[in-house]
């Protein structure tokens, strides 16, 4: 059974810092790995994408990397804002339709103004 | 347009009670899923609809029961629940039930829901 999990649980820094989110997995088998950003109370949103064939994604101030052998990712972002402030989850797609979808717990982060 | 509408957005009930979660999507996808997901806790699955088909996650109780009047509906009808199920409601959509091509799910905003 694919077990996701996510270090730190919780991130507090200041604005401005560059920072990494991990994601480990257990089984290496996957088809593409997610990361979703997720304000309180609210639903997920889908940052980064990355299929089990590729090494990294891009969008603006966040890159995704992903080593499958491993079974670890990682979310960088940059020069980070207060609008970041939310909780990041990554999810790893294994194969059988949405069943196959294993989130993990997710990392609650801070930027102080 | 590339949302997931999700009515209301905040129901309290009492355990008696019959309500209704609603959920819309107006994408052209071809699978709804229902998750619930409690404080501090990742998304867990409860149903799943695509083409005309309904798998149930074999956990969910039956107080729990989708409905999907069309394609771009699915609806939760919700009857003597308990204070534990008590979370926040998401709806998601994708374009295909499949989703190894890489096929990205959108989330509604939730209903946050209170079991008296």
């Known amino acids: 059974k694919q077990e996701v999990t996510q270090i730190p649980a919780a991130l507090s820094v200041p604005e401005g810092e560059n920072l990494v989110l991990n994601c480990s997995f257990t089984?290496?088998?996957?088809?593409?790995l997610q990361w979703f950003r997720q304000d309180p109370g609210k639903g997920l949103t889908s940052l980064l994408l990355?299929?089990?064939?590729?090494r990294e994604q891009t969008s603006g101030r966040l890159n995704a990397s992903l080593d499958k052998s491993s079974g670890r990712s990682t979310l960088y972002i940059a020069a980070s804002q207060p609008g970041d402030s939310a909780t990041y989850l990554c999810?790893?797609?294994?194969?059988?339709?949405?069943?196959?979808?294993?989130f993990g717990k997710g990392t609650h982060l801070i930027i102080q103004p | 347009d590339t949302e997931v509408t999700q009515t209301p957005k905040h129901l309290v009930m009492g355990m008696t009670n019959k309500k209704s979660l609603k959920c819309e999507q107006h994408?052209?996808?071809?699978?709804m899923y229902w998750y619930k997901q409690k404080a501090k806790k990742p998304p867990e699955l409860m149903f799943v609809?695509?083409?005309?088909?309904?798998?149930i996650n074999e956990s969910v109780p039956s107080r729990f029961s989708p409905e999907c009047p069309n394609s771009s509906l699915l609806n939760l009808h919700l009857h003597a629940l308990q204070p534990e199920d008590s979370a926040l409601y998401l709806c998601?959509?994708?374009?295909?039930?499949?989703?190894?091509?890489?096929?990205?799910?959108?989330f509604g905003s939730g209903t946050q829901l209170s079991v008296l």
């Open positions: 998601a959509s994708s374009q295909d039930p499949v989703l190894r091509a890489g096929e990205k799910l959108f």
């Open positions: 089984d290496s088998a996957i088809y593409n």
């Open positions: 990355i299929q089990s064939s590729q």
């Open positions: 999810a790893v797609y294994s194969g059988g339709g949405a069943d196959g979808l294993t």
């Open positions: 994408m052209g996808h071809r699978a």
């Open positions: 609809y695509s083409y005309e088909k309904l798998s």
